[in-house]
Nanobody, 124 residues
Framework: QVHMVESGGGLVQAGGSLRLSCAAS????????MGWFRQAPGKEREFVAA????????YYADSMKGRFTVARDNAKNTVYLQMNSLKPEDTAVYYC?????????????????WGQGTQVTVSS
């Protein structure tokens, strides 16, 4: 059974930083593209960032480029999202997800497994 658990969310002031982690089990982690998505209140879930199975390639939503960094440690079955220069509009529940076959990293329906999410709140 696959389990994916996010951690590292919390309350931070605008301009601050947070590092999210997502620990996965029950799957061959190194075979999966890992993505981060987020959902703000009243809005649809949106793509944040993704990283290839090897970790050599990354992709970001335009609004996150230069502020967020995705990384992974296949030895620890963990993917990370470093978030800097946070803004109030970054407030959302952040989810990690695993994709083994879909070529479209930004499309949530390509992802087979999801974590429960971690809340990030950025105060102004």
């Amino acid at each position: 059974q696959v389990h994916m658990v996010e951690s590292g969310g919390g309350l931070v002031q605008a301009g601050g930083s947070l590092r999210l982690s997502c620990a996965a089990s029950g799957l061959t982690f190194s075979r999966y593209v890992m993505g981060w998505f987020r959902q703000a209140p009243g809005k649809e879930r949106e793509f944040v960032a993704a990283i290839s199975s090897s970790g050599f390639s990354t992709y970001y939503a335009d609004s996150m480029k230069g502020r967020f960094t995705v990384a992974r440690d296949n030895a620890k079955n963990t993917v990370y999202l470093q978030m800097n220069s946070l803004k109030p509009e970054d407030t959302a529940v952040y989810y990690c997800a695993a994709n083994s076959i879909g070529p479209a990293w930004t499309v949530q329906y390509e992802y087979e497994y999801w974590g429960q999410g971690t809340q990030v709140t950025v105060s102004s």
